[in-house]
């Protein structure tokens, strides 16, 4: 079956396109005219406020793009520059420049899609995309399941077993070897076992592991030497986070939820910052989430929520929290924000 153009698929998103072209125009009179016509043409319905803001900020991004980059990103200026050029020649919007414009706001996300693979990604010895959940036997008998959009060295020696978590969650299963540790760094700090079954997950400012069963010691990447910087044990059912300022308490989490939920392809949030969640749930898909992660932050969630569909992941969390509200700019974009009148509902802190 043939598939719609994205300009017939959405008129209003073609007319906005053509809106944001006749914009770009070099002459100042046209471009006043076009900004009184556009103002009017966004009043005449919401649809054409909502699809012009879409518009708007991802065209931003894109002359962002023009400036830099390679790769995926040069289809996209080649759009984008294309589209702006044609209307400066002729003076008026075309279909072509219009579809060119929307060709580049396609292709958008996937540029985006890959800041999530930086340089280190690429280089790592085990990684997965988005949506992969992959399973490995390691050379001592381990095995290591791998995250969504997930990436690890393995370094192992005659003294340690080493394994370097680059980004991502891995759920450990251990092989006994009592003359070599098993160990997993983060940038935060350090995991070390003999025998035993965790998760760990690496944030932005944090790493949290999880201990399913058995015992661990942790370790801060950033230790002084003092005795508080003694490894902290950590036994099953407990779960802790290490940051830059060291280990947080231990805190009891459900084991045997934990691991089901792994295999099931579930998140277990306890009243975890919202911005946390949709960290998770943007590994879990193609394109990306973009949200504001201060103006999120005092909303906590405690929910299991399917990572194998993370729309309706989303729209779980838009259930429980009538105040959140969801746009989807194009399939591979989702925007996540408060609504307007949640803003006020919200005591300053």
């Known amino acids: ?116 693979r930086t340089p280190s990604y690429w280089l790592t010895d085990l990684r997965s995309g988005e949506g992969e959940w992959p399973e490995t036997t390691l050379a001592d008998g381990s095995t290591i399941a791998l995250g969504s959009l997930s990436a690890v060295n393995i370094d192992f020696g005659r003294a340690a077993r080493t394994v370097e978590l680059v980004q991502g969650e891995i759920l450990v299963d251990v092989a006994k070897d009592a003359a070599r540790p098993f160990i997993v760094e983060t940038a935060h700090g350090r995991i070390k076992a003999l025998g035993t079954r965790f998760t760990v997950r690496r944030e932005a400012e944090w790493t949290i592991v999880t201990m399913l069963e058995s015992r661990i010691e942790v370790s801060p990447a950033s230790r002084s030497g003092a005795a508080s910087d003694a490894p902290l044990l950590v036994s099953a059912g407990q779960q802790v986070r290490i940051g830059a300022d060291g280990v947080l308490p231990a805190e009891p989490i459900d084991a045997p939820s934990v691991s089901q939920a792994w295999y099931k392809r579930q998140f277990v949030a306890q009243e975890m910052p919202l911005p946390d969640v949709l960290d998770e749930l943007d590994r879990q898909r193609p394109g990306r989430i973009f949200y504001d992660r201060k103006a999120l932050a005092r909303i906590k969630v405690s929910a299991v929520l399917p990572l194998n569909d993370s729309d309706r992941a989303v729209q779980l969390l838009v259930n429980n929290f009538p105040e959140l509200r969801v746009r989807t700019v194009t399939p591979y974009l989702l925007a996540v924000d408060l609504a307007p009148q949640a803003h006020s509902s919200f005591p300053e802190k």
Not at 11 to 26: F, G, T, Y
Request: net charge positive.
């Open 1 to 116: 079956m043939p598939t719609r153009s994205p300009a017939r698929a959405d008129p209003v998103a073609r007319q906005a396109a053509e809106w944001i072209i006749r914009l770009s125009a070099d002459e100042a009179t046209e471009r006043a005219a076009a900004q009184a016509g556009f103002a009017a043409w966004k009043n005449a319905d919401p649809r054409h406020a909502e699809a012009a803001a879409r518009m708007e900020q991802l065209v931003g991004n894109l002359n962002q793009v023009r400036g830099g980059g390679g790769g995926v990103a040069q289809p996209a200026r080649r759009a984008l520059n294309a589209a702006l050029a044609g209307n400066r020649r002729t003076g008026r919007p075309t279909r072509l420049a219009s579809a060119l414009l929307l060709a580049a706001l396609c292709i958008l996300p996937a540029w985006i899609g890959m800041q999530a």
